[in-house]
C-alpha cells in the first residue's frame, strides 16, 4: 500500500512539475527539456533522493512507451508531399550531415582514448537533431525563404537516419562486445532494420484503411494507443528495433489513411506527460560524480558534432548542387539536440549497463550545451542565410 501511494504521489508531483517547467521556459532563456533533467538531478538520488526505487524500477517501460510515441510523430512527418519539393537535396543533406558527424564523432573519442564500443555509441546518437528547438526557432524567425522549409524538411528526416544509424551501432558494438560471434554486423542490422521496416508495413498498411472508421474521418486516440503500442510489443518481442518500427507505422499511417481529415496524430495530445515523466527520470538516474570525469570527452564531443554537422551538411549540399546560403549555413542550423539522443543514449544503457554512466553522463551534459546554445546558431544561420 506504502509503495503505491509513493508511486501515485510521484508520479502526480512529476506531471505537475512539467507544467510549472513549461512556464518557467516560456520565461527563460532555458528550454523546459534541461529544466526538467536538471530538477530530475535535484530529486534523483545524488541531491535529495526522494525519488521512491518503485518508481526507478518502472523506468524502462516508461522510456519506451514514451520513445514509440516520438518514433510515431516523427515518421508522420514523413509524407510526400512533405518531400515532393527539393527531395534531392532533403535526401543528400540530411544522410551526409548525420553519417559524417557520425564518423568524425567517433574517430575523435576513439583518438581521445575512448573504448570503440562507447565511441561508437556516441557517434551515433551526435547524428541526431532536436527538431522541437528548430521550429521553435523557424516560427519566431517567420521568414518563409527556401532556406527555411529546406531546413524543416532536413529536420524530419535527420532523426531517422540517427535511428538507422544507432541501428547499426548497436549491432556492431553487441558483436564487438562478443554476442553473436556467428553473425556479421551488417546481417543482425539488416535484421534489426528490415524486421523493423516489416513489422511497421505489416501493421500500417491495414491500419491505414481501417482507422478513422468509428469516427469518419477522425482518427481516435484509443486507436493511436492501440496500433502504437500493439507495433512496439511485437518489435520488442521479435527482438527488432521498435523505434524504427514505431516510425515507419507512422509515415505509412500518414501516407495512405487519405480518408482522414487531419493527419493521424492524435498522439501528440497526450506525448508531453510521458516526455515529462521520461526526462525528469533521466536526470534522476544520473550520477553527478561522473561529470567530473568527462571534461575533456565532452568537449572533444561538442567540437567533433559541430565539425560534423558543418562538414556534412556542406558535402551533402555539394553534392546537390545547393545555393550557397545552404551551403554555408545549413550546418550550423543543426546544432540543436535533446530528446531523441538522450531516448537512444538510455536505450542503448539498457541493452549494455556496462557504458550506462558514460553514455548519460557525455549525452546528457553535452545536450544541455546544444540545447541552450544551439538555437542561437540556429537563428544565426537562418539570419545570414536569408541576408545572402
Not at 553473425?183 to 491500419?207: D, F, N, Q, R
Not at 521498435?242 to 505509412?252: D, E, K, P, Q, R
Request: charged share 15%.
Amino acid at each position: 500500500m506504502q509503495s503505491t501511494s509513493q508511486f501515485l504521489l510521484t508520479l502526480g508531483g512529476i506531471l505537475l512539475l512539467g507544467l510549472v517547467t513549461s512556464t518557467l521556459g516560456r520565461r527563460s532563456f532555458l528550454p523546459r527539456v534541461t529544466l526538467l533533467l536538471i530538477f530530475g538531478v535535484i530529486i534523483g538520488k545524488e541531491v535529495t533522493d526522494i525519488v521512491p526505487s518503485a518508481f526507478i524500477e518502472h523506468f524502462e517501460i516508461i522510456a519506451d512507451m514514451a520513445l514509440l510515441m516520438v518514433g510515431f510523430l516523427l515518421g508522420g512527418k514523413l509524407t510526400t508531399d512533405s518531400l515532393r519539393k527539393s527531395a534531392g537535396k532533403v535526401l543528400w543533406i540530411s544522410i551526409s550531415a548525420a553519417i559524417v558527424t557520425t564518423i568524425i564523432v567517433s574517430l575523435g573519442l576513439i583518438w581521445a582514448g575512448v573504448s570503440k564500443e562507447v565511441a561508437i555509441l556516441l557517434g551515433c546518437l551526435a547524428a541526431a537533431t532536436d527538431p522541437a528547438a528548430v521550429l521553435d526557432v523557424v516560427i519566431e524567425k517567420n521568414n518563409k525563404t527556401p532556406f527555411r522549409n529546406l531546413l524543416l524538411s532536413i529536420v524530419a528526416l535527420d532523426d531517422v537516419w540517427a535511428l538507422v544509424l544507432f541501428a547499426i551501432g548497436m549491432a556492431v558494438v553487441t558483436v564487438l562486445n562478443g554476442h553473436g560471434e556467428n553473425i556479421s554486423p551488417l546481417l543482425m542490422a539488416a535484421k534489426e532494420i528490415g524486421g523493423a521496416v516489416m513489422l511497421g508495413v505489416l501493421i500500417g498498411l491495414p491500419a491505414a484503411y481501417l482507422t478513422g472508421r468509428i469516427k469518419p474521418g477522425q482518427p481516435i486516440l484509443t486507436e493511436a494507443l492501440g496500433l502504437v503500442f500493439v507495433c512496439g510489443g511485437l518489435a520488442i518481442w521479435l527482438d527488432v528495433s521498435f523505434l524504427i518500427a514505431s516510425m515507419v507505422l507512422g509515415a505509412v499511417i500518414a501516407n495512405v489513411a487519405k480518408h482522414h481529415e487531419y493527419p493521424f496524430h492524435t498522439i501528440e495530445g497526450i506525448e508531453w506527460p510521458f516526455m515529462v515523466v521520461f526526462f525528469v527520470l533521466a536526470g534522476a538516474s544520473l550520477e553527478l560524480s561522473a561529470m567530473k570525469e568527462i571534461g575533456l570527452v565532452g568537449v572533444i564531443y561538442i567540437l567533433c558534432r559541430a565539425t560534423g554537422k558543418i562538414l556534412g551538411a556542406r558535402v551533402g549540399s555539394q553534392l546537390s548542387r545547393a545555393d550557397q546560403a545552404t551551403k554555408n549555413w545549413m550546418g550550423v542550423a543543426l546544432f540543436p539536440q535533446a530528446g531523441v539522443a538522450i531516448g537512444m543514449a538510455l536505450v542503448a544503457s539498457n541493452y549494455f549497463p556496462e557504458y550506462r554512466q558514460e553514455l548519460l553522463s557525455v549525452v546528457i551534459s553535452t545536450t544541455v550545451f546544444f540545447e541552450v546554445i544551439g538555437p542561437v546558431f540556429t537563428r544565426l544561420a537562418l539570419k545570414r542565410a536569408h541576408n545572402i
